[in-house]
């Protein structure tokens, strides 16, 4: 290894696109990139063992750092000898800062120059998050990636509150860097912010740099704004990124969205939306997203997806999947999280060697067609 614990390691540029395929380091094994991360908030990805999530070709995994911390506690953790023990993973593992969690919890925070003080959602206890507390935790978590402490700004902000929540998440960066101690191990990604403000994210991404972390990550993007702005943001924050560092995008794991980034030039995306949706009947499938709760799949004996080799769609169909899912019966979710993980894997895998072919944005064109994204 280098002078850092992640490493990222150019191999092309698809000349048509400007994507990047790469390879990023990890002490736990290395990553192709773009990839697409499962999300295993408690540190388990909804329904899935280790063992399904190789066989899927799942990568790296998240967890997150708030909810590990209210329980089961990361000391805890750290006592079973950190994540990739206790969850027994040997892969790469990326926790968050707990940031976006802390946020999003509206009027049960408040926020101030030191850190958050919240309740937690599970029973009303007062904690406190600050960038020291949050290294500290996920130094226990023991994860190969780990986030600085940031604040997530909702969709739509004022400039005026956008610029000092900003500013902040610098200042907070830099002390996350300074209570880092576990550098061999550990590499700490620095979070851009500015929300919809271009200057704004050129200056975050300035002065975060500056900071000459292992990597960097897009944040406040994918918060409930118009698609356009998403991309025009996207577009415009992903070429400020260092080119010898890995690039992620946090939040995003729609297909034209994991498309969309490694277009921009981004490696690494995440997201909750593959088992979220399996837990609501649905799939993503290389023809569109089927809702097989519906009445029109009672009858339909064939695989949720026929192009796919998915362990689901090998062996089960979309009526018996369907009568799971209405009888609230624990397979039917396990049964589509498995397909629809393996679709992104795939999908990604598919990304990759268009790139290698300089042929992103013709497989862009023609996936969006077959997706239903264009008319």
């Not at 790469?22 to 990839?35: C, M, N, R």
Request: aromatic letters at 10%.
């Amino acid at each position: 290894m280098g002078k850092h614990a992640i490493e990222y390691e150019l191999l092309h540029i698809d000349k048509n696109s400007g994507a990047r395929r790469g390879i990023v380091h990890t002490p736990h094994g290395d990553i192709q990139t773009p990839v697409f991360m499962p999300v295993g908030t408690q540190a388990t990805v909804k329904s899935m063992t280790p063992e399904e999530l190789k066989e899927i070709g799942a990568q790296i995994i998240l967890s997150n750092t708030y909810h590990l911390y209210l329980r089961p506690g990361h000391k805890l953790v750290k006592e079973a000898g950190g994540l990739h023990n206790f969850m027994r993973w040997d892969r790469p593992i990326l926790t968050d800062s707990g940031g976006f969690q802390v946020f999003s919890l509206g009027d049960l925070r408040k926020i101030t120059e030191e850190g958050v003080e919240f309740k937690s959602h599970l029973d009303g206890s007062k904690h406190f998050f600050s960038p020291e507390s949050v290294m500290e935790i996920e130094e226990a978590l023991g994860a190969d990636i780990i986030m600085s402490f940031d604040e997530c700004v909702g969709y739509p902000a004022t400039r005026e509150y956008t610029e000092n929540s900003m500013e902040r998440t610098t200042r907070w960066a830099k002390r996350c860097k300074a209570a880092h101690k576990n550098t061999d191990k550990q590499g700490l990604f620095g979070i851009i912010q500015g929300g919809f403000y271009k200057d704004l994210r050129e200056k975050s991404a300035r002065d975060l740099i500056e900071l000459d972390l292992p990597g960097y990550a897009i944040g406040g993007i994918s918060v409930g704004e118009p698609k356009e702005e998403f991309l025009d943001i996207l577009r415009y924050t992903a070429p400020l990124m260092p080119k010898n560092k890995p690039r992620y995008l946090m939040g995003v794991g729609t297909p034209d969205y994991l498309i969309e980034a490694a277009i921009a030039g981004i490696d690494m995306c995440d997201c909750v939306l593959p088992t979220r949706i399996a837990r609501n009947g649905t799939a993503m499938t290389w023809n569109g997203k089927v809702v097989v709760r519906n009445a029109t799949y009672e009858r339909d004996f064939s695989p949720l997806d026929p192009e796919c080799d998915c362990y689901t769609c090998r062996n089960y169909t979309r009526a018996y999947i369907r009568h799971l899912v209405k009888a609230n019966e624990i397979l039917g979710v396990r049964l589509l999280s498995i397909h629809n993980l393996y679709f992104l894997t795939k999908l990604m895998e598919r990304v990759r060697i268009e790139i290698e072919n300089d042929n992103l944005a013709n497989f862009r064109d023609e996936f969006y067609k077959k997706y239903g994204y264009l008319d």
